[in-house]
């Protein structure tokens, strides 16, 4: 069941993201009309307006891929998936787990759907997923550990944080997944982090890091030509070095919960356990 919690706590963390914002916008973005060379020139040396305009076309994508690599909570975290945006929640994820293998999470709104590895399916009379409700476990310590994870992946996000850091840098001209893109770089402190949480998990995230001695957050981003982010990479102390890449923006996504019938409820199973303990 280890690997069922980890992924679980992960996948609470990607609701912190969720429910704090939406995406860029891949086919409203415009590039600059005298060609792509003076684009990636002007993102060069304007880096500040640059990532300011990549922060304008925030909340206007409908939807983006991503696949994910890195560690979080200082274990070694890989995954791919789909994210709606600008409404409620939608996503599915597949979350690579070392003892485990590749499980499915499938995120509805405050719900996670979260999938039981087959040998420990015995131990949930059989049910294949566990369900969460995210406002409810949001003030869990486990939760909060990792409820900023999924804050990482949000491309909006991860532009807000580096325009409200003040500090951004033009690393230079890099190529990711076949898109030329500008490097930008930027450091700030985790109080500016911190402001970008949903609050439910913020005061949770801010002990947490307070415990590690995190002083603060270092953030790399990769835009194209279009002003839509392809890659970031957040680095928090040791706790976190995740790196996220951005494909496949506004194509539909379907996610359905599980049925009823294969699901059960990680809520009421800790009243259980607790009804059991004090009676």
Not at 63 to 82: F, H, I, N, Q
Request: aromatic share 4%; glycine share 10%.
């Amino acid at each position: 069941m280890r690997g069922t919690r980890r992924t679980a706590l992960v996948l609470l963390s990607l609701g912190a993201f969720a429910l704090a914002g939406c995406g860029p916008d891949s086919s409203k973005a415009g590039g600059n009309a005298d060609g792509k060379a003076d684009t990636l020139a002007l993102m060069r040396s304007d880096a500040k307006g640059s990532i300011q305009k990549a922060a304008d076309n925030s909340g206007k994508a409908t939807s983006v891929a991503l696949t994910m690599s890195g560690t979080a909570d200082g274990e070694p975290l890989k995954g791919r998936g789909v994210v709606a945006l600008g409404g409620p929640l939608k996503a599915e994820l597949v979350i690579e787990d070392a003892t485990d293998g590749p499980g499915t999470i499938r995120m509805l709104g405050t719900t996670f759907y979260v999938q039981i590895p087959a040998k420990d399916r015995a131990d949930m009379d059989g049910k294949s997923w566990m369900k969460l409700d995210l406002a409810a476990a949001s003030g869990q310590q486990a939760a909060g550990e990792v409820a900023r994870q999924l804050d990482h992946m949000n491309p909006a996000k991860q532009v807000q944080m580096l325009v409200d850091s003040g500090s951004v840098t033009a690393v230079g001209e890099e190529t990711v997944n076949g898109a030329k893109t500008i490097h930008y770089a930027g450091t700030m402190p985790v109080s500016t982090y911190l402001g970008q949480l949903d609050p439910s998990i913020r005061s949770q995230v801010e002990k947490t890091l307070n415990e590690k001695s995190v002083k603060e957050a270092k953030v790399d981003l990769w835009v194209d030509e279009q002003y839509n982010l392809r890659r970031s990479r957040s680095v928090l102390g040791t706790t976190t070095d995740l790196t996220v890449d951005y494909t496949d923006y506004n194509k539909p996504v379907t996610v359905e919960a599980p049925p009823a019938a294969e699901t059960f409820d990680f809520a009421e199973m800790m009243n259980k356990l607790k009804s059991g303990i004090t009676g």
